[in-house]
Structure formats: C-alpha cells, structure tokens
C-alpha cells in the first residue's frame, strides 16, 4: 500500500509494540499486523454497551458513531463517516499529516483514496449545480449525435453526381478546320 | 508545535447548545490524546530503528477493512437483484451487439450493398 510510504516517520521497534498495546484491544504480534486482528466485526453492534465500545475502538465519540446499513453492501461495523474530501477540509489548520490533511488516530472514510487530494473534491460547492452540468451536456451530445445519425438517411443539401463527359449527345465540340481568317 | 499538551479550552461558542459544546469539547479530548501519542512517537529520539514507521490503528483498520471487503458481502435479494441486473445489461449488450453485426454481414455477404452504397465510402 502505497499509503505508509507516504506517511513513513521512523521510530523505534519498541516504541512500536508499546503503542500497538496502548491503543489496540486485541494481542498484537509483534512480527506483523494480521488482517484477522484489525478487520471490523461481521455485524454492526446492537446493544448500546457495544455501540460505545466500537465507538471507542475507532477512536471516536459514542455521538458521532453511525454504521452502515446490514444489508449485504455494509462494511460490518465500519463507521459511516461524513464525506469531506482532503481539499475541501481547512488549508489553515495545522494536521500531523498535512500532505493528506489528516490526524494521527482519525478514522479513514470507507472511500478515502477516492477523496484524496489529488483525487475527488466532493465536498465542494460548485459554481454550477451537477444537474445543470448534465442538462447542458446531454442536450449538446445529444442534439449533435441526433444531427450525425439523422443525416445518415437525410441529406438537406444532397449533391447529384454529375453525368460523365462522353460527348455523345450529337453536337459539334471540337473541329479540326482552322477558322477563316479574313 | 509540539506541545505535550494540546490545549483543549476551546473558545466560549455562544450560538451552539450545552449539548454540542460537549460534544466538541469530547472530540478536543480525544484529539489531544491522540496527538499527545503522535508527539511522544515523534520525538523519540530513538526512532531510527529498522524497519519503523508510526503505525497508525486508523489507517490499519481501514486497510484490514478494505482487504477484506469479500467478506461482508452478504447474498441476499437485494444484492442478488442488483448483481443480475449488472450481470443482465451485460449479457443483453452483447447479445443486441451481435444481432445487429449479424444482420449487417448477411447483408454484405448476400450482396444486398451495392458498390456506390458501401459503407465509409469517404475513409
């Protein structure tokens, strides 16, 4: 993941286990992070215990976690962040990852390397509205393909071939005999 | 920059209710705490250790999640119908694509085109 890299800040070994301790629930092997360990649970919690203890697992107040819908599309319980793309969030503000625009410890929105700062700013307010933009598109691409396909069957101004020059229709065009010269 | 301490008295909000100065004030702490923890991994100054990176939990769960995104996919009608219908429109295009080439080839190959009538006559 090209995503460490970029945010590679050098400590050491044991300062790493000690972290993973403090802030981590599960036992933590020292030699990698398993997948198994750090993926969400199955189901988003039910009872109100649970609900803050998630909340708490990701790093937020009880208030502000929300999980996806369980019907199949969800993400177990994976909060529902609300989407603020990276340059859209304050430029001012001082972050311990300003190149993304991040806090150590903040939960990742589900789609976070679409709403990079080099990817979607979707959180924008645009000058012009998205169905305004597809209106005008779509009446454009569409009157234009309409005209190219329409002008397959139609012409408006169709141009005739012109019969071939065969000098066959009994008139006189050339002579050999040179004019008279008075 | 680096304080130990990030301060957290927030200034008075005299248009926000007791209710969301609270909770502002809970996000503030849980901030500090986190950053208090970035602050102690960055100025270690042992931190040239092989291999070492700030290990981020958030970025982890987030990459565990993204890893194993398979697993929380659920059949049922809902997802069922959805994936069918994607599954469908493919099917369908194709088909409608093949049919219309076909009619286009019997048409060349019975010589129902003439030579003048061919297609991208000015290419």
Redesign the interface.
């Known amino acids: ?1 090209p ?2 890299m970029l ?10 286990v000690q ?2 301790r ?3 629930s599960s036992a933590v092997n020292s030699a990698g ?1 398993w ?1 198994k ?4 649970a ?1 189901d988003p919690p039910a009872t109100e215990e649970a609900k803050r203890a998630a909340a708490k697992k ?4 009880p ?2 976690y929300e999980t996806y819908k ?7 319980d ?1 909060p529902k962040l609300p989407i603020v793309s990276a340059e859209s969030r304050d430029p001012h503000a ?1 972050y ?1 990852f300003p190149e993304l625009k991040r ?6 929105h ?1 789609d ?1 390397d679409m709403y990079g700062e080099d990817r979607w700013d979707r959180s924008k307010r645009l000058r012009i509205p998205y169905h305004v933009m597809l209106t005008w598109f779509l009446g454009v691409i569409g009157i234009t393909a309409t005209l190219f396909m329409l002008s397959e069957y139609v012409r408006v101004n169709p141009t005739r071939r012109m019969p071939k020059p065969l000098y066959n229709d009994g008139k006189k065009h050339y002579t050999f005999e040179l004019e008279d010269v008075e | ?1 680096f304080d130990a301490e990030m301060p957290i008295n927030l200034p008075a909000q005299y248009d926000a209710s007791p209710k969301e100065q609270r ?1 502002v004030e ?2 503030a702490r ?2 500090a705490e ?2 208090k ?2 602050v ?3 100025t ?1 100054p ?20 993204r ?3 398979y ?6 009608v ?2 069922g119908l959805w994936s069918a219908f994607i599954v469908f429109t493919c099917f369908a295009y194709g088909k409608l694509f093949g049919i219309t080439r076909a009619a286009k080839e019997k048409e060349f190959r019975t010589g129902m085109v003439s030579y003048a009538d061919r297609e991208f006559k000015f290419a």
């Open positions: 993941m995503l460490p945010i590679a800040r050098r400590v050491g070994p044991r300062a790493l972290h993973a403090a802030i981590s992070y997948n360990d750090w993926r969400p199955d990701y790093g937020m107040i208030e502000d369980n019907d199949g599309t969800g993400y177990g994976y001082l311990d806090n150590f410890g903040e939960p990742l589900v976070a | 920059m909770l809970d996000r849980l901030r986190f950053r923890e970035y102690k991994q960055i270690n042992h931190r040239h250790g092989h291999g070492g990176y700030l290990f981020d939990p958030a970025l982890q769960r987030w990459q565990s999640m890893a194993q995104q697993y929380y996919f659920k059949p049922n809902k997802t």
